[in-house]
T-cell receptor, first 115, second 113 residues
Framework: DAGVIQSPRHEVTEMGQEVTLRCKPI?????LFWYRQTMMRGLELLIY????????DSGMPEDRFSAKMPNASFSTLKIQPSEPRDSAVYFC?????????????FGPGTRLTVL | AQSVTQPDIHITVSEGASLELRCNYS??????LFWYVQSPGQGLQLLLK??????LVQGIKGFEAEFKRSQSSFNLRKPSVHWSDAAEYFC???????????FGAGTTVTVRA
């Protein structure tokens, strides 16, 4: 079992550039979550997909952030244009369903640095 | 308002000593409770979880946690820590019918030789 796969692991970009983070959830999992982790705000849920459909995007900070899940095995989180305050570690997690009963499995994260 | 509190930001413990990490929650009902561990440069890994039943739950890596309803607490313990236990530990809660996992701020554990 490969677990949740994220790419890239590290990304350094300049302010104003577009950044795309990628996630492959565990096969058979119907729910996918994107989180952001910063020193100031801790772990924040950005968006939640269930069966490839965005259910809750209330955590997305602003219109510069967008997320898609074109199929059950792939999701992207895009930031355009990026800003230095977007620097953080972004985690993708998946679970069998969206119930609180089910464990969320986390990927290794993407460390984003915006200069 | 619903909240998860980890009162200790940083704990230093000697190898072989016992460890206890505190977690308190404020929810209208008893939520599902989790402890995750994050090693440096890694994602979060589930240590243990409590849904119902026996209030003392066993997890991986020799960890256990006790749910105390009267204190709204779910403290994590390990009788004897190993250097590899140095990491950040997060308490998290979820409601049974809700997908949202709310995390505490985390406790960083340093293990000294």
């Amino acid at each position: 079992d490969a677990g949740v796969i994220q790419s890239p692991r590290h990304e350094v970009t300049e302010m104003g550039q577009e950044v795309t983070l990628r996630c492959k959830p565990i096969s058979g999992h119907n729910s996918l979550f994107w989180y952001r982790q910063t020193m100031m705000r801790g772990l924040e849920l950005l968006i939640y997909f269930n069966n490839n459909v965005p259910i809750d995007d209330s955590g997305m900070p602003e219109d510069r952030f967008s997320a898609k899940m074109p199929n059950a095995s792939f999701s992207t989180l895009k930031i355009q244009p990026s800003e230095p305050r977007d620097s953080a570690v972004y985690f993708c997690a998946s679970s069998i369903s969206g119930s609180g009963l089910n464990e969320q499995f986390f990927g290794p994260g993407t460390r984003l640095t915006v200069l | 308002a619903q909240s998860v509190t980890q009162p200790d930001i940083h704990i230093t413990v000697s190898e072989g000593a016992s460890l206890e990490l505190r977690c308190n929650y404020s929810y209208g009902a008893t939520p599902y409770l989790f402890w995750y561990v994050q090693s440096p440069g890694q994602g979060l890994q589930l240590l243990l979880k409590y849904f119902s039943g026996d209030t003392l739950v066993q997890g991986i890596k020799g960890f256990e946690a006790e749910f105390k309803r009267s204190q709204s607490s779910f403290n994590l313990r390990k009788p004897s820590v190993h250097w590899s236990d140095a990491a950040e530990y997060f308490c998290a809660v979820a409601l049974s019918n809700d997908y949202k996992l709310s995390f505490g701020a985390g406790t960083t554990v340093t293990v000294r030789a």
